[in-house]
């Protein structure tokens, strides 16, 4: 796991370290010395810890103008005994829509198990803040048992469950504009 790097290839367009905005404003990273683990696991230095002790983040890039972010995990997202999505929620999320964002792409293909709670409110209240304000929430490309979790858990109620991007190697608005694409014909598909 120590191999697995946050995405890097947009570094030059957005640094979360660097935007004072930011929640993670100010970190401070050591290429040498490995100090996060999940489990008995150490993970790439990159990788910024948020107050969970399985899962770990990384911010990719905060579009201020178009109110979203992209944001990459690595680990086991635990709700049952960890309270993930509470942590997530008052660490990082509920920073970022202060400053303004309302549409949150979750990359989850580095999130090894997704393990619910039968309590889904803290998506619920999540939900409800952005969709007021006209945003959403989308996990992209989870690994296929975790999707199955999250299916069996009705998590697909309050965020969007989407597979098959293709980000790597593109921009951060072609990910977001394929977001909103699968998002807006999904709703076109509950409508008709």
């Known amino acids: 796991m120590h191999d697995i790097e946050p995405y890097f290839q947009w570094i030059d367009a957005y640094v979360a370290a660097e935007d004072e905005r930011s929640p993670l404003y100010g970190r401070q990273y050591d290429e040498f010395y490995f100090t996060n683990a999940i489990y008995n696991y150490y993970i790439h230095p990159q990788w910024d810890g948020f107050g969970s002790s399985t899962l770990y983040l990384k911010i990719l890039y905060v579009d201020y103008d178009l109110h979203y972010a992209i944001i990459e995990f690595i680990g086991e997202w635990n ?12 660490e990082i999320t509920d920073l970022l829509q202060e400053e303004g ?14 393990h619910a709670d039968e309590d889904n409110s803290y998506y619920e209240e999540w939900y409800d803040e952005v969709s007021d304000q006209g945003g ?57």
Not at 165 to 178: C, F, H, N, Q, V
Request: charged share 20%; hydrophobic share 45%.
């Open 79 to 90: 709700d049952c005994i960890y309270g993930d999505i509470m942590t997530l929620r008052r």
């Open 136 to 192: 959403w929430i989308a996990i992209v490309n989870p690994l296929e048992h975790a999707l199955e979790e999250m299916n069996k858990f009705n998590l697909g109620h309050y965020v969007h469950l989407l597979t098959g991007a293709e980000w790597r190697g593109r921009k951060p608005r072609a990910l977001y504009k394929w977001v909103d694409h699968q998002i807006s014909s999904l709703k076109l598909l509950r409508v008709g």
């Open 101 to 114: 964002i309302n549409q949150f792409i979750l990359i989850s293909e580095n999130v090894l198990n997704y």
